[in-house]
């Protein structure tokens, strides 16, 4: 994974005339009462999804690939679950909010996530769909503050603005009669 993400990073840097960055991605670790929850999108190379608490598949690179398990992501909703690289993380984990109805809120939230294809912009948002989407998106949807989120100086979060813009679609669409509606104001990636 992190030599296709280097990769990836020098081509999109030369192709937008920038020097390469440091890139991030996200997972959430949600608590709630004694019950802790990891909420992640991982390769689907695995058995017994049940046991890893998955709610969806979704294919990587393109749907004809995904048809194949090796071009398959998964997003889980994994009671008991661990964040395999937490230890990595630079400057740790973020508490973002302690309030339990926004935790139980984002636990429903993930089984209707939309299994769009990893790396792609099929719904053009002007960014990938990837993990950092994945916890964008969840936490727009949820009322999270995100106004102080951004990744670590000198680093990018592909796909985080792509979860924001079909939050804010979402949200636009489950207005009827709404023409317009202020984005909000957020740390975009």
Do not use: K
């Not at 973002?96 to 139980?104: E, T, V």
């Not at 979860?163 to 489950?174: C, D, I, K, N, Q």
């Amino acid at each position: 994974m992190r030599h296709s993400g280097r990769s990836y990073e020098a081509l999109a840097a030369q192709y937008g005339h920038r020097r390469p960055q440091q890139l991030f991605h996200s997972a959430l670790h949600v608590r709630v009462g004694a019950d802790s929850f990891v909420v992640e999108m991982t390769p689907a190379w695995g058995r017994n999804p049940a046991a890893r608490g998955v709610v969806c598949e979704g294919a990587v690179g393109s749907r004809l690939l995904g048809r194949s398990r090796l071009f398959r992501y998964e997003v889980r909703r994994w009671q008991g679950g661990e964040i395999g690289d937490v230890a990595d993380a630079i400057g740790g984990s973020r508490r973002l909010s302690s309030n339990p109805d926004q935790a139980h809120r984002v636990l429903e939230l993930v089984a209707h996530v939309p299994p769009a294809t990893w790396g792609r912009d099929e719904q053009h948002l002007g960014d990938m769909w990837n993990s950092n989407s994945l916890v964008s998106w969840l936490l727009a949807r949820t009322g999270h503050d995100l106004s102080t989120l951004a990744p670590p100086q000198g680093g990018r979060a592909p796909g985080w603005a792509a979860g924001l813009a079909l939050a804010e679609r979402h949200a636009v669409e489950s207005q009827p009669g709404l023409v317009t509606r202020t984005a909000p104001s957020v740390a975009r990636a």
